[in-house]
């Protein structure tokens, strides 16, 4: 009798149909068990029910060849007629129906390094819930469990089928595993730590204010307790002997259901590294990637240089084609009887064996005769492996994560300029590149460790006792395919499929163009770096070193030059106190006489130094019916030259004293970080502005609380710090140039000083002479002769 | 002293490299033999006495009462002068300006007149500076008029308008009120080309946008043909029908004057003298200079070029009604200037100094690098253009695109938004000048701070019209090649590649001209 005979008019209930094995499974049994009856679980998702999942599942490329066969029509109708839903997950299943012949449980937590909870909850839980379910169901189904290969965990050499020998108690851990979460949320909450992440918090972020200072030290919180609880699981796994959380729970799981299966029939399958399949639905079907795609990838990317791996080690690579074939086999074979579990690994290792060695040479054998495209710029190269060792690998990896520790280290310390942020960017991806090295070489690693070889006697006893027809429609023997034809023309043109896709021209980067006319839009700017190039420091030079003789402008550039290292300290932890300190200086200066200063000689300054963008920007959202906002720490009178283009100038007041001059103090708490974003938020209630549809720019990390309270926000010329929130959150990042060739600084001549002055005087004297106003003045004649 | 005359060289096997200017760089190239190179007359002696000449000029105008008798007490006396796009370089101490004003001042003073002011007449350009104005007009006068009655005209300050009618040609006549509302009007002008002086002082250096739409258009523009003969330029006529039409509603005394060619300082003598009379000196200089400033940062070579004062010396000082005036400043100019060339060429080559009129201490931006090219040097001829209809011009310049964001922020605007719409004179003038003339930013820029008014880089394109409409091809050596084809240009790094450039419009084997300036050279095309 064949397989199809022997599953017909037989109901099977299929768990992780939404996976990888499960929607292969699903796709086989539809297309070639049309009298078998399936019950899916299936997890409904937002608004789509269960069988909306299903039915838009067969829209995938797996279905291809059914949707051909049937139609469309066609294809759902056979759904609707094999196929029931039960709505549930792993967690609760729900009602099962009674007559079940078969369960075939593919789901389960799949990642390596699941948070310890998780991986008992799904790997563990799952089953326990699904032995619950069927037993209420008063169901008696021959179970079939999908494990792996390698619950055998850290062994050497041959591993038959069988019982695993190992005495861990799976109570004791699943319910430990169950306290972690707490235990670790109550530690994340110890002072200790509190105090830890506010600190690291402020170190990066003390310039954005202390809400965004707290808001980073609880995201911090939070990512401890993960990768804590991430931690806990591997090093469990581990110290008990298993190379990860995850086989480590799918032991578990194997152990409970040796435990507790009872009268049910039990086969447990065991397949090796799933990938792509050989024949079915199409050679080279791959969905998501799986443990060997990114490897792949990389290398063919050129930046994996090395791996840990001995080059003789056998990797054991299995279709995912032969393991649904394989499960279709032990589920239609007799059930075994229920004191003697069946066992089934489905593997290559032992009766094909993948050298690694062999892997990277077909690999690169791929990549070589067919190279990833480089956009635009030829091809990449591929690296050769030098299989340096694990020890040699892993001091090149430490050494590439200092390197980035430095560089990144010094970048937050780099002026900025287009220069640096281009340096960001590149840091970024090489911190990528070492974080996914320093990831897999983990994973890999016990793996790599793990020297072993997988026995499948019983795997190919199950397959020599099927039909001749059927080992040619559901063979699983993993002889029957030559690794090299598997890798270099099934595998690997499918894994790198997306990245050969001819692409679009690059998108422009997302500018603000366009801008929609509208009322009620805010348009706020920062000013220095912004639409300035300047700083507080420089500014306040400007203004001070306008006037004054040689001597005053000598001294107050000294005393300044000492007061530097305070200032850029400040700069860095509170930019409140630096405006505090800097406009300090001005106790004593006269406002008449600096507004003059402004209007005659740093008006100049500041148009020199405004970006011609940044004014064409501003015009456009003039344009657009914006209502255009100044927000700056600068002292008010410097905004002066400006003013024209904005609806509203905030900036820092200084205060008057009863003499007329300035004492030093500012009318009021300079706006930087947090406050700015409070402001923006009330003067947009006040206005009545829609934030969401509004603007900011903003240059620094201080200003991202005020970038994130509108719809808009737009990070120009900014800091390293804010370069990365803003590529992180998809922000427009825009370059404005300043214009090229303006000096820095720049302050009027000599000879204009003395030009004013003397023009000053001229004023007095002739005001005290003659007397009369403006008009005619009285003074004809051309004074003295010295002037020549 | 014999003076040379201006002549035109052909060059042959003994020909060395010849100078060309290019930007804030030198280059010394060896041209095609065959090329003529035209070489302007060399500098004609000043006046000795130019105090004197003055005193004379004011004593005995042409066409008009002496100055001393049109002075009387409790009149209102408004001195204009020329804003400081001339003379270039500017003039070493004392600017000749200041020595007039002065004994205009003093004549005024000794009649009684105690209401003066005195009015830069820099029209749409920028409004200079206390230290700019002060080094045309000299301390003492700075000290006792600015700043309340020694100013900048603002051709924004409606208040200070006088619309004062229309020409018989329905072209508005509006300039600065006081000037306009003065019981006498003195004019002082610096002559450094044909094109400047006459009816161009008045009823455009005093006036507002409203009245120099009239002439300063693409249509006026492009036939004016040249800048450099206003009796063949549709843009000088159009100033001369409103001279006509203001004299007949103000007294004027025009003050005119006319400079030699040593427009660069004695240690740089080499820029002035021919090529194959360069002492072993002179040689040093050229081949250092060409490549120092190449070597050198753009700043220190920007001051180096912004520092030169020349040493000009004043060849004539003619006053009077501005027509009868203007005929003798016209005569005086083509004395020093005039060069006859017999036909024109295929190709006419030209090397872009550093500064023109509108980039004094400051940086000529490839919008005014044009003008400069296609505006005046391409106009530099009388009777027929250099090249003829539909052949090459082939310019030196760095065409960097680089601009003064205090000096020229609509320029910034006009080349990145205007000119990649279209490159058309006409076109954009319809679509875009009046929006960039009455722009409020602009205008609040151009009365506040130092900026070129709005519609400043429409006019520069404009000047450019008849070059444009001429050429078949224009070729920049050693252009920025993006900013270049922004303008609808081309760009070569070298002169031979350029000539490879031009061959399909003139040729393999075109004919050439190399007009060998600064100094000022107008070519009398036969």
């Not at chain 1, 000599?750 to 001229?762: N, S, T």
Request: hydrophobic share 45%; with cysteine; proline share 6%.
């Amino acid at each position: 009798m064949g397989l199809r005979e022997r599953l017909a008019g037989r109901r099977v209930f299929v768990t992780g149909v939404t996976g990888f094995v499960g929607e292969a499974l699903l796709e086989r049994l539809l297309s070639e068990f049309p009298d078998t009856q399936v019950v899916a679980l299936v997890r409904p998702r937002g608004s789509h029910s269960g069988m909306a999942r299903l039915e838009r599942m067969t829209r995938k490329p797996a279905f291809a060849g059914l949707r051909e066969r049937l139609g469309r029509e066609g294809l759902a109708a056979r759904l609707a007629a094999q196929v029931r839903v039960i709505e549930g997950d792993l967690a609760s299943m729900g009602e099962l129906p009674a007559d079940l012949d078969v369960v075939i449980h593919c789901a389960g937590e799949v990642s390596f390094d699941p948070a310890i909870d998780e991986g008992f909850a799904t790997n563990l839980g799952g089953v326990q819930e699904l032995l619950r379910a069927v037993r209420a169901a008063g169901a008696r189904p021959h179970l079939v469990h999908v494990s792996t290969a390698y619950v055998a965990g850290l062994r050497s050499g041959h591993i038959a089928e069988g019982r695993l020998a190992h005495e861990v108690d799976w109570a004791a851990e699943q319910a430990s595993a169950a306290r972690a979460r707490q235990a670790a949320e109550d530690a994340s909450r110890s002072p200790e730590n509190s105090a830890r992440f506010r600190e690291q918090a402020e170190a990066e972020h003390v310039r954005a204010g202390a809400q965004t200072v707290s808001a980073q030290a609880e995201a911090a919180r939070r990512a401890w307790v993960a990768a804590r609880l991430v931690a806990a699981g591997s090093e469990r796994a581990q110290v008990l002997g298993w190379t990860d959380a995850y086989t480590f729970t799918k032991a578990l799981g194997e152990r409970y259901l040796e435990d507790s299966h009872g009268d049910l029939p039990l086969t447990i399958v065991r397949p090796s590294i799933i990938e792509s399949a050989l024949a079915k639905p199409f050679p080279g079907w791959i969905e998501g990637f799986k443990m060997a795609e990114p490897l792949i990838l990389a290398f063919g990317r050129g930046e994996l240089p090395d791996f840990p791996a001995s080059p003789d080690a056998v990797v054991d690579i299995i279709p995912v084609d032969l393991v649904v074939n394989a499960l279709l086999a032990a589920a239609a074979a007799s059930p075994p009887p229920p004191e003697r579990p069946a066992y089934y690994t489905v593997c290559s290792g032992f009766r094909n064996p993948l050298l690694f060695r062999d892997l990277y040479d077909y690999v690169r054998g791929y990549f070589l005769a067919d190279p990833l495209p480089r956009r635009g710029r030829g091809h990449i190269g591929v690296p050769e492996w030098p299989f340096a060792g694990a020890v040699a690998v892993e001091a090149k990896l430490r050494r590439g994560e200092k390197a980035v520790e430095w560089a990144n280290r010094a970048l937050a310390h780099a002026p900025r300029s287009e220069r640096v942020r281009r340096l960001a960017v590149d840091l970024e991806r090489t911190e990528g590149r070492v974080a996914f090295l320093r990831r897999y070489s983990d994973v890999y690693r016990a793996y790599t460790k793990a020297e072993l070889v997988y026995v499948d006697d019983a795997t190919a006893a199950l397959h020599a006792a099927m039909d001749p027809a059927d080992q040619v429609d559901f063979g699983f023997d993993p002889a029957c395919f030559d690794w090299r034809h598997y890798l270099q023309d099934v595998h690997c043109p499918a894994v790198t499929q997306v990245l050969r896709r001819p692409r679009d021209a690059a998108p422009a980067r997302r500018m603000a163009r366009n801008l929609t006319a509208g009322e009620g839009v805010l348009a706020v700017f920062d000013l220095d770096g912004t639409l300035v190039s300047s700083t507080v420091v420089e500014s306040y030079l400007w203004l001070r070193l306008a006037d004054g003789d040689v001597g005053e402008r000598a001294r107050e550039l000294v005393s300044l030059a000492r007061a530097l290292p305070g200032y850029l300290r400040a700069e860095r932890r509170d930019r409140g106190h630096l405006i505090r300190s800097v406009y300090g200086r001005y106790a004593g200066a006269d406002p008449v006489e600096l507004a003059r200063v402004v209007d005659e000689v740093a008006a100049d300054v500041v148009l020199r130094r405004v970006k011609p963008a940044a004014v064409r920007r501003v015009r456009e959202h003039r344009a657009a019916g914006h209502r255009t906002v100044l927000l700056t720490g600068a002292v008010d009178v410097l905004t002066r030259p400006l003013a024209p283009l904005f609806d509203e100038i905030v900036a820092t007041g200084l205060e008057v004293g009863a003499d007329g001059r300035y004492t030093g103090r500012l009318l009021s708490s300079p706006l930087v970080g947090d406050a700015r974003a409070a402001f923006v938020d009330h003067y947009a209630r006040r206005r009545g502005a829609d934030l969401s549809a509004s603007w900011a720019y903003a240059d620094s990390l201080s200003d991202l609380p005020m970038l994130r309270t509108v719809g808009n926000p737009v990070a120009v010329n900014p800091d390293v710090a804010l370069h990365k929130v803003a590529r992180g959150a998809g922000w427009p990042i825009e370059e404005w140039p300043s214009t090229p060739g303006e000096p820095r600084l720049m302050v009027a001549s000599r000879a204009e000083r003395g030009l004013f002055a003397a023009a000053a005087r001229a004023r007095v004297a002739a005001g005290g002479l003659s007397g009369s106003g403006s008009g005619g003045s009285g003074v004809v004649r051309v004074e003295g002769g010295e002037g020549r | 002293m014999q003076v040379r005359p201006g002549f035109v060289l052909e060059v042959d096997e003994r020909t060395p490299p010849l100078l060309v200017h290019q930007g804030e760089g030198l280059t010394l190239e060896r041209f095609p033999l065959g090329t003529r190179v035209v070489y302007p007359p060399e500098s004609l002696p000043g006046v000795a006495d130019v105090d004197a000449a003055i005193a004379a000029a004011l004593e005995h105008p042409f066409n008009c009462e002496p100055l001393r008798v049109l002075l009387r007490p409790g009149m209102r006396l408004t001195i204009a002068f020329d804003d400081l796009s001339i003379p270039l370089p500017r003039m070493r101490r004392p600017d000749v300006r200041q020595r007039i004003i002065e004994q205009v001042l003093t004549l005024a003073a000794a009649a009684g007149v105690d209401d003066v002011q005195l009015i830069a007449a820099n029209a749409l350009h920028r409004r200079m500076t206390a230290a700019e104005i002060e080094h045309i007009v000299g301390e003492r006068v700075f000290r006792s008029f600015w700043p309340d009655n020694l100013y900048n005209h603002d051709a924004e300050d409606r208040d200070n308008l006088l619309h004062i009618g229309v020409t018989d040609h329905g072209e508005d006549v509006e300039i600065n009120r006081r000037a306009a509302e003065s019981d006498l009007l003195v004019y002082v002008n610096v002559n450094l080309v044909a094109m400047d002086g006459g009816h161009k002082s008045v009823p455009i250096g005093l006036a507002s946008y409203n009245s120099l739409r009239h002439h300063h258009n693409s249509h006026t523009m492009l036939r004016s043909r040249s800048f450099m003969d206003h009796t063949r330029s549709e843009m000088h006529s159009s100033a001369w029908r409103m001279g006509r039409f203001l004299a007949d509603h103000l007294k004027i005394f025009h003050v005119e004057t006319t400079l030699n060619n040593a427009c660069f300082p004695d240690r740089y003598s080499f820029l002035t003298r021919r090529e194959w009379e360069w002492s072993v000196k002179d040689q040093a200089m050229a081949y250092g200079m060409s490549r120092g400033l190449a070597a050198m940062p753009t700043r220190p070579r920007r001051k180096i070029f912004h520092d030169l004062l020349a040493d000009y010396q004043v060849t004539g000082v003619f006053a009077g009604e501005t027509e009868a005036t203007h005929d003798q400043t016209i005569a005086s100019v083509h004395r020093q200037q005039l060069v006859e060339v017999d036909g024109q060429s295929d190709v006419l080559v030209v090397g872009l100094p550093y500064v023109g009129p509108y980039n004094v201490n400051s940086v000529m931006n490839p919008i005014l690098a044009t003008c400069m090219g296609l505006g005046y040097f391409f106009n530099m001829y009388r009777g027929r253009p250099l090249v003829r209809h539909q052949g090459a011009m082939i310019l030196y310049h760095p065409v960097t695109p680089e601009f003064s964001q205090l000096h020229h922020p609509s320029y910034v605007d006009f080349f990145s938004e205007v000119l990649a719409e279209s490159t058309d004179p006409a076109t954009i003038e319809a679509k875009f000048e009046k929006q960039y003339a009455t722009d409020p930013w602009y205008v609040h820029l151009y009365r506040t701070s130092h900026a070129y008014h709005g519609v400043h880089p429409f006019y520069m394109w404009y000047w450019a019209a008849h070059g444009m409409d001429h050429l078949g091809d224009v070729v920049w050596v050693g252009g920025d090649r993006a900013a270049c084809a922004r303008m609808g240009f081309r760009a070569a790094s070298t002169f031979a590649d350029a000539l490879e450039m031009v061959s399909g419009t003139v040729g393999r084997d075109p004919s050439i001209t190399y007009l060998h300036s600064p100094p000022h050279a107008i070519a009398d095309v036969r």
